[in-house]
């Protein structure tokens, strides 16, 4: 109940601060990529319960000659780039803190599909709300092997602690300033999961 407290105090004084932030962003991604302004997603919350995830958007909705959606690559402009690699992208998800949907720190929701790909242990990060920051953003991000990520996740959903959320909360301040583990090598966005080798 108190990291519920805290969640709520943390997410209500970001989004006062950053309301200037929030507006001005809203308006260049309306002229740069046209509406909608937000990413909506659905993604699996506590106990694997879909949550609709907020983020703003980063790609535009270029598409083929037979109406398919370009690649990722294709339609994340310098816009997007810049969105990602300052993480302001992820600013409406303090919308998703309010409502009980995610915590400031637990392990990242990803997608819906990846559920049915996970190993029993892989499973146990959904034992906890899933956050916009954790131990595996903090200690990789997107630089990690899927293993990796999970593992750590499942080491936080065991250890977690208040005083672990501050320290995650302070690395994760460090690491966007230094814009470290944005994007996987090589790669707009980090590749699927495609299930557990083990």
Same mark, same amino acid.
């Given at each position: 109940?108190? $990291?519920?407290?805290? @969640?709520?105090?943390?997410?209500?004084?970001?989004?006062?601060?950053?309301?200037?932030?929030?507006?001005?962003? %809203?308006?260049?991604?309306?002229?740069?990529?046209?509406?909608?302004?937000?990413?909506?997603?659905?993604?699996?919350?506590?106990?694997? $319960?879909?949550?609709?995830?907020?983020?703003?958007?980063?790609?535009?909705?270029?598409?083929?000659?037979?109406?398919?959606?370009? %690649?990722?690559?294709?339609?994340?402009?310098?816009?997007?780039?810049?969105?990602?690699?300052? %993480?302001?992208?992820?600013?409406?998800?303090?919308?998703?803190?309010? $409502?009980?949907?995610?915590?400031?720190?637990?392990?990242?929701?990803?997608?819906?599909?990846?559920?049915?790909?996970?190993?029993?242990?892989?499973?146990?990060?959904?034992?906890?709300?899933?956050?916009?920051?954790?131990?595996?953003?903090?200690?990789?991000?997107?630089?990690?092997?899927?293993?990796?990520?999970?593992?750590?996740?499942?080491?936080?959903?065991?250890?977690?602690?208040?005083?672990?959320?501050?320290?995650?909360?302070?690395?994760?301040?460090?690491?966007?300033? %230094?814009?470290?583990?944005?994007?996987?090598?090589?790669?707009?966005?980090?590749? $699927?999961?495609?299930?557990? @080798?083990?």
């Amino acid at each position: 109940m108190f $990291k519920r407290l805290v @969640d709520i105090i943390f997410a209500l004084c970001i989004l006062c601060l950053f309301s200037p932030v929030i507006a001005l962003i %809203s308006i260049l991604i309306r002229l740069k990529l046209g509406p909608p302004i937000l990413f909506r997603q659905p993604r699996p919350g506590l106990h694997g $319960k879909p949550i609709l995830l907020l983020k703003f958007r980063t790609m535009c909705g270029a598409r083929d000659a037979n109406n398919r959606l370009l %690649s990722d690559d294709e339609r994340l402009d310098s816009f997007g780039l810049w969105l990602r690699s300052t %993480s302001l992208d992820e600013l409406p998800e303090l919308w998703n803190v309010l $409502k009980g949907d995610m915590s400031l720190v637990g392990p990242r929701p990803l997608l819906m599909e990846y559920l049915p790909l996970y190993s029993q242990e892989q499973r146990r990060r959904h034992e906890v709300r899933p956050g916009i920051t954790g131990w595996a953003q903090v200690n990789g991000r997107n630089n990690l092997s899927w293993e990796e990520k999970f593992k750590l996740d499942v080491w936080y959903v065991d250890h977690r602690t208040l005083w672990l959320d501050l320290k995650i909360l302070l690395l994760t301040v460090k690491k966007v300033i %230094s814009r470290e583990g944005i994007n996987a090598q090589g790669q707009a966005t980090c590749e $699927k999961f495609r299930g557990s @080798d083990s």
